[in-house]
């Protein structure tokens, strides 16, 4: 058992309603019999940022394991492939509550049908943190990216934020300077790996409560993620940590959109609690 075609690899876009725009995941709901190996092969076939494979099953309890693999590696944690488990797990046991053992932790999923034949998950994440990045961080990111420093926004400092996996957070000043995005996959991929980040979660601050993001993940093999739902979280992580979040509690972030698959994640960051929670739709991609 060493490709797709002999297991059943279910295909959904998370953070959005529309099968042509948010992030696609594969989503394999019978992964018991398969190893490391062939998940990874299988997640290879598949092609995109990350492919969930449900390795248990406890279906009175609600329960599973779930492990995530890009391309290349396995991910502690993929916020778009566990939207796209859930929602593909509540269209045959049902809407409700799930919980997720992952690497990363215990993860909860709330699943809502909507009433219009979609629904929506809303996962609640692993306590997060947030430290300001290191000069020689950003330096080696921005050389990589092939930004400079005056491209940033100041008021929203670098950091390295945790939500499971870590990601380097660089605002730009600019939604145009977010938009011209022409790195260097080679040189950021060896940045990523030698300081241990998943993405880098770049961004642009529209308002209080509205951020436009992008997120390179050639670490991934890919290029780009169109929504990135454990960058989110560790993004609300950050916002909570610097004393940002809106005092309605909720952020909607906008992603996918310069890469023509556009996306829309609601972060609600509390201020008694450092776990975030995530909310998208997912919808099935027509093979």
Do not use: K
């Not at 992030?23 to 990874?40: I, K, T």
């Not at 990589?144 to 660089?170: K, M, Q, S, T, Y």
């Not at 909720?250 to 609690?273: C, F, K, N, W």
């Amino acid at each position: 058992m060493t490709s797709s075609t002999t297991v059943t690899v279910l295909r959904y876009a998370a953070f959005t309603s529309h099968p042509g725009g948010g992030n696609p995941a594969g989503v394999v709901l019978d992964a018991a019999p398969l190893d490391e190996e062939q998940m990874l092969a299988i997640a290879a076939e598949v092609g995109y940022s990350e492919t969930a494979f449900l390795t248990s099953r406890d279906e009175q309890r609600r329960r599973f394991t779930l492990r995530y693999f890009s391309p290349l590696a396995e991910v502690a944690f993929c916020g778009h492939a566990t939207v796209a488990a859930a929602v593909a797990l509540a269209g045959r046991i049902g809407p409700g509550d799930l919980v997720f053992d992952t690497p990363a932790g215990e993860i909860g999923v709330e699943t809502v049908a909507d009433g219009q034949g979609a629904v929506r998950a809303t996962l609640t994440s692993v306590p997060t943190r947030s430290r300001p990045a290191s000069a020689a961080e950003v330096g080696a990111a921005l050389s990589a990216l092939r930004w400079d420093a005056a491209d940033l926004d100041p008021a929203l400092p670098p950091h390295v934020a945790f939500a499971g996996n870590e990601h380097l957070v660089l605002a730009a000043g600019s939604r145009a300077r977010l938009a011209d995005l022409n790195y260097d996959f080679a040189a950021l991929t060896g940045v990523m790996e030698t300081y241990g980040w998943t993405t880098v979660h770049l961004v642009w601050r529209e308002s209080d409560d509205r951020f436009h993001a992008r997120d390179p993940f050639p670490v991934g093999g890919v290029t780009e993620d169109p929504a990135t739902g454990a960058a989110a979280a560790a993004f609300g992580g950050y916002l909570r940590t610097l004393g940002l979040a809106p005092a309605a509690g909720a952020i909607t972030i906008r992603q996918g959109e310069d890469m023509g698959r556009p996306s829309e994640l609601r972060v609600e960051v509390s201020p008694h609690d450092a776990r975030m929670r995530v909310t998208g739709h997912a919808v099935p991609i027509a093979e």
